[in-house]
């Protein structure tokens, strides 16, 4: 890799080394590895903002993971964008690595705990061109502190192949007969999706906010309790009408009822409390009545905050 003042190249004959050359000719899955990566929904969200804002007639973006080694357990918290230039047909790839640094220096001042721990490209293919951005990747995580050196590559179909966003993730091995190299490869990473209760709530409002307009991407309104609790009363009537229905059915003899299904709403029902419904209505009437309370309260102290802001205003 010959690194410029500016920019960062890689070329296909950087080294003479078979793993290299032949990096990108095998896609196999040879089996789990001992590390297990965890991606949380923070970082794909910020992967397809980045395709949307690509440059035009730009086909793939590239960006930096970063994230944090606990035991065998990597989680990939948070990415940025790097900028990134090459052409299919040809053996070279340029990337900023002057703006790659300065980005990484800015996001550990923010949190010191994160470090780079692999990259991702938008489509789901693996290319020669793949291999030459891993080997850099490779190179900057040669003297991780964190004993992470196998940077791992995360793929987000954009293209929606088969109507899914599929993500995944790969790591390079070589295959080796004594001290000799004879070949290196991409293989399949075991990679999870996690999200910690703060992320699920958030992700939750996207998927169920109303939408401001019919456009694919227009941003929805957060909703408020009452508009999540109705919606949530409705679902589970849904739930329940779509289970009964189901029920029926298989009890009539029309379809042919599924053992794991059965099991499933025998679970579903063991775990629902046994409450008499005085005791059920009398539980969910004091619980709405102390949200009604809360609510009353937050409006009261909302009302005289800015009433107490206008008065100030009015004396200075």
């Known amino acids: ?22 990096m990108s000719a095998l ?5 789990k590895q001992q590390v297990v990566y965890k991606l949380h929904p923070l970082v794909i969200f910020s992967i397809l903002d980045h395709f949307k804002r690509r440059n035009p007639g730009q086909q793939r973006v590239v960006g930096t993971l970063l994230g944090e080694r606990r035991g065998n357990t990597v989680e990939i918290k948070n990415c940025f964008p790097v900028p990134c230039s090459y052409q299919d047909d040809e053996d070279q790839v340029v990337v900023d690595m002057e703006y790659h640094t300065n980005m990484l220096t800015l996001y550990q001042k923010v949190n ?52 899914r966003m599929g993500v995944k993730g790969y790591t390079s091995s070589v295959v080796s007969i004594g001290d000799k190299a004879v070949v290196a490869r991409f293989e399949s990473a075991p990679l999870e999706l996690h999200a910690h209760e703060a992320e699920k709530i958030g992700v939750d409002a996207l998927i169920w906010g109303n939408p ?44 042919e009822g599924d053992i794991e299904i059965g099991r499933q709403i025998a679970a579903a029902l063991a775990a629902v409390p046994h409450l008499d419904v005085e005791v059920f209505d009398k539980s969910l009437n004091s619980n709405l009545q102390d949200m009604l309370m809360i609510l009353y309260l937050s409006n009261m102290t909302r009302a005289q905050l800015a009433l107490a802001d206008k008065i100030n205003g009015l004396l200075l």
């Open 112 to 163: 010191s705990r994160e470090s780079v721990v692999g990259w991702y490209s938008s489509g789901s293919k693996v290319t020669f061109i793949s291999s030459l951005i891993h080997n850099l990747y490779a190179d900057l995580m040669a003297d991780n502190k964190a004993g992470l050196t196998n940077p791992i590559h995360v793929t987000v179909d954009t293209s929606l192949t088969n109507f």
């Open 27 to 31: 896609h196999l899955d040879f089996g």
């Open 212 to 255: 401001d307009d019919k456009r694919l991407d227009a941003p929805s309104t957060i909703q408020s309790d009452f508009e999540s609790l109705e919606q949530a009363v409705v679902k589970l009537l849904h739930t329940l009408e779509t289970v009964t229905d189901y029920a029926q059915k298989v009890g009539e003899g029309k379809i």
């Open 1 to 22: 890799v010959s690194t410029q003042s500016t920019w960062g190249t890689c070329r296909g004959g950087f080294n003479t080394s078979p793993q290299n050359t032949i």
